[in-house]
């Protein structure tokens, strides 16, 4: 167990639809990054906060969106659901730095 | 360009070989560099990390970094049938503080 705690683990969910993943960093963590994993692109950052403020973003659609609570642990927001969205989506904890520490992921399944 | 390639392999080699796993760069800004593994369903694993130039070593495992030619190495020595998994190199210019940037993985199968 690396800490940082995903849920769901598995999500299938029709076209258009929106869904909430939900990261619980490790204790103490004040970063949570988002990232997304498919086979032809692999790991995409998509979005970073810092103890509840958005310090970064990258390729994140406008579809998505993300916030981190108080209590620290981050949700993003999918929504408009398109075929290509499925994926892996990995929530990660880093304090401090090097590296990251990943959760074992959501995998998203649109049809 | 990509700023990090990685061959994507896949990469089969007998039990007891020795591996090597690559990546290049183009963002001269990079000075932290790591290797992470993941096994099938599961999230990545930070593996090593290295700043700047050099070798490091860790048990059968031996990153190195040779940022004149912006190329970066994972040495595995005695490769176990347990090694089997994706290996991502990644790599940042703030120690990971902001956002990593990865290779797309090489698939590794150590067969016994």
Known sequence: DSGVTQ?????????????TLRCSPRSGDLSVYWYQQSLDQGLQFLIQYYNGEERAKGNILERFS?????????????????????????????????????????????? | QKEVEQDPGPLSVPEGAIVSLNCTYSNSAFQ??????QYSRK???????????????????????????????????????SDSATYLCAMDSQGGSEKLVFGKGTKLTVNP
Not at chain 1, 7 to 19: C, D, E, F, S, Y
Not at chain 2, 32 to 37: C, I, N, S
Request: glycine residues 8%; hydrophobic residues 30%; aromatic residues 14%.
């Open chain 1, 66 to 111: 993300a916030q981190q609570f108080p209590d620290l642990h981050s949700e993003l927001n999918l929504s408009s659901l398109e075929l290509g969205d499925s994926a892996l989506y990995f929530c990660a904890s880093s304090d401090p730095p090097p590296g990251y520490t990943f959760g074992s992921g959501t995998r998203l399944t649109v049809v």
């Open chain 2, 32 to 37: 932290y560099f790591m290797w992470y593994r």
């Open chain 2, 43 to 81: 999230g990545p694993e930070l593996l090593m990390y290295t700043y700047s130039s050099g070798n490091k070593e860790d048990g059968r495992f031996t990153a190195q970094v040779d940022k004149s030619s912006k190329y970066i190495s994972l040495f595995i020595r005695d490769s176990q049938p």
């Open chain 1, 7 to 19: 849920t769901p683990k598995h999500l299938i969910t029709a076209t258009g639809q929106r869904v």
